[in-house]
């Protein structure tokens, strides 16, 4: 168990539709990492945050958006589905978002969209 | 554009074999290389490499980094059916003020009895 914890663990939801994941990180880590994982590709990076702020982005498309809370979990939210978001994603962190810093990754949340 | 590149994609073993995947990298202000080993959905934790030349060794996993040459191998000796999982490679890398980490699309291990 790598102590973050991502809910839900599996979610299935038509096009067009929009959906939150949550994710809680380890006790004490200040990071959080969004990752997408498709079946044909390896993880993609999306954002990460540190301490409430925006970090880095990576390709994170304009339809999803992410925040983390004053309490440091983190949500993030995907609208306007389209079948092409199916995918495992993955909320990592890690204790100060610098590099050096092994990332603990979450069991992720299975999207399908149909 | 900055990327990591696996192989093999996927690799079947016995038992007691030694296998050694690759990883090769192209990016700009490198700081680490990392693996980790993906078995049934969470990646954990293997190495982390920053220096050229020293093999960092768990048990019968060990891994190498040649920052000359761009590139990292992971090496499993004596393989268990435990070891098959995807090995994941990421490389670390200074972008615009803040760390990226890219990963690779990995190596399927299957070890068979």
């Known amino acids: 168990d790598s102590g973050v914890t991502q809910t839900p663990k599996h979610l299935i939801t038509a096009t067009g539709q929009r959906v939150t994941l949550r994710c809680s990180p380890r006790s004490g880590d200040l990071s959080v990492y969004w990752y997408q994982q498709s079946l044909d590709q390896g993880l993609q990076f999306l954002i990460q945050?540190?301490?409430?702020?925006?970090?880095a982005k990576g390709n994170i498309l304009e339809r999803f958006s992410a925040q983390q809370f004053p309490d440091l979990h983190s949500e993030l939210n995907l609208s306007s589905l389209e079948l092409g978001d199916s995918a495992l994603y993955f909320c990592?962190?890690?204790?100060?978002?610098?590099?050096?810093?092994?990332?603990?990754f979450g069991s992720g949340t299975q999207l399908s969209v149909l | 554009e900055d990327k990591v590149v696996q192989s093999p994609l996927s690799l079947v073993v016995h038992e007691g074999d030694t296998v050694t995947l690759n990883c090769s990298y192209e990016v700009t202000n490198f700081r680490s290389l990392l693996w980790y080993k993906q078995e049934k959905k969470a990646p954990t934790f293997l190495f982390m490499l920053?220096?050229?030349?020293i093999e960092k060794k768990s048990g019968r996993l060990s891994s190498i980094l040649d920052k000359k040459e761009l590139f990292s191998i992971l090496n499993i000796t004596a393989t268990q059916t435990g070891d098959s999982a995807v090995y994941l490679c990421?490389?670390?890398?200074?972008?615009?003020?803040?760390?990226?980490?890219?990963f690779g699309t990995g190596t399927r291990l299957t070890v068979i009895p």
């Open positions: 920053t220096s050229s030349g």
């Open positions: 990421a490389v670390e890398s200074l972008s615009g003020g803040a760390n990226n980490l890219f």
């Open positions: 945050y540190y301490n409430g702020e925006e970090r």
């Open positions: 990592a962190s890690s204790p100060q978002g610098q590099y050096n810093e092994k990332l603990f």
